[in-house]
C-alpha cells in the first residue's frame, strides 16, 4: 500500500467493507494468528483474541495474539495487532483498483462505459437532498425566531405556541422523506468539463460522529457500487423513491414545491428545491465519501 496516497473515510458503510475484505481474502484474514515465541527452549502455545467492533463504526479492531512457552527458560509475551476500518477500507480500495475492478468517472466517455454493478469512484461537491435541506433549514429558522421573540403577553405566547406547532409539523415533514435515518446526497462532479449528478444513498450511522455537516458543500471522493445509470432526456432519478410521497402524481408535487421555490425573495435566500435529477445522473450505493 502506498503510505503516501491514504485516503480519510468521513463516511464509511463499514458493513459491506467487512463483507468485501472476506470475499476477496476467502475470509477475514486481516486479524490473521501471529506466532512468536521468546526463550532458550521449550514448546509455544498461542491463542488469538478477536473482535470487530460492531457498534462503534470507527472503532479499534483489536487482533489479541498471546504465546506462552514451557520450559526452564521461558517467557510470556502479548501481542497486539490493531486495524481500524478506515486502513481495512484503503486496503480494500487498493486490492480493487489493482485488479482493475474501479472505474473512475472524469468525462463522458468514462460515463458511457460504466455499467450497472460496477465499483466507481467520482469527485464533487456534496449537497442534501434540497428539499429536506429547505425544510430543516426553515425549522431550524422559526425556532431561532421564536426564542428570540418576547415572551410576555398573552397574543405573543400565543403566537408562539403556533409556531412550535408549524415546527413540529416541518420536522415531521422533513422526517418523512427519509426511510429508516437514510437519505439522499447530491454529487455534482467537479472534475473535467463534463458535469453529472451522483445520487447517493447515505445513513447516518455511518457518518463520522454520525454528522454529516463536515461533507456538505465541500469537495469529496466517492467509492460505492452503481444501481442506476441516466443517460438520455428521458431517465431520471426520483428523490422521492423511498419515501412515503412516491405515490403522489409528478404534477401535484410541482405545484405543492413551487411554494417553496416562490418565499426567494431579498429577505429570504432558499435554493430551488426539486424532487427529480434529470440526465446524466448516476445512482450510487456508496461504500465510502472521502478526501
Not at 409539523?169 to 472534475?191: E, H, P, Q, T, V
Request: hydrophobic share 35%; glycine share 6%; proline share 2%.
Amino acid at each position: 500500500m502506498d503510505k503516501y496516497k491514504l485516503d480519510i473515510p468521513l463516511y464509511l458503510n463499514q458493513k459491506i467493507v467487512f463483507d468485501l475484505l472476506a470475499s476477496v481474502d476467502d475470509g477475514f484474514s486481516k486479524l490473521s494468528k501471529i506466532k512468536t515465541s521468546s526463550g532458550i527452549s521449550g514448546e509455544v502455545e498461542a491463542s488469538v483474541d478477536a473482535g470487530l467492533g460492531n457498534k462503534n463504526i470507527f472503532a479499534f479492531l483489536n487482533a489479541n495474539v498471546k504465546g506462552k512457552t514451557s520450559g526452564d527458560k521461558s517467557e510470556e509475551k502479548e501481542l497486539e495487532k490493531i486495524h481500524t476500518p478506515s486502513s481495512l477500507f484503503n486496503g480494500l480500495k487498493e486490492s480493487l483498483y489493482k485488479n482493475k475492478m474501479v472505474k473512475k468517472i472524469y468525462s463522458q466517455q468514462d460515463f458511457n462505459k460504466v455499467n450497472a454493478g460496477e465499483f466507481v469512484e467520482i469527485c464533487g461537491t456534496l449537497s442534501k437532498n434540497p428539499l429536506i435541506s429547505v425544510l430543516d433549514n426553515m425549522a431550524n429558522m422559526i425556532e431561532l425566531m421564536t426564542a428570540f421573540s418576547d415572551n410576555t403577553g398573552q397574543k405573543q405566547k400565543r403566537k408562539n405556541l403556533d409556531d412550535k406547532q408549524t415546527i413540529s409539523k416541518i420536522r415531521n415533514f422533513s422526517n418523512g422523506l427519509k426511510s429508516n435515518d437514510m437519505l439522499d446526497l447530491i454529487c455534482k462532479s467537479n472534475n473535467g468539463d463534463f458535469k453529472f449528478q451522483g445520487v447517493l444513498p447515505v445513513y447516518m450511522d455511518y457518518f463520522f460522529n454520525q454528522n454529516m455537516n463536515e461533507l456538505i458543500d465541500g469537495s469529496f471522493k466517492v467509492f460505492g457500487k452503481v444501481t442506476k445509470i441516466c443517460s438520455s432526456d428521458d431517465e431520471k432519478i426520483n428523490l422521492l423513491r423511498n419515501t412515503s410521497f412516491t405515490m403522489i402524481r409528478e404534477k401535484m408535487l410541482d405545484d405543492l414545491f413551487d411554494n417553496f421555490n416562490n418565499l426567494n425573495d431579498e429577505n429570504f435566500s432558499i435554493e430551488n428545491v426539486q424532487t427529480i435529477i434529470e440526465a446524466p445522473s448516476i445512482l450510487i450505493i456508496p461504500i465510502a465519501i472521502y478526501i
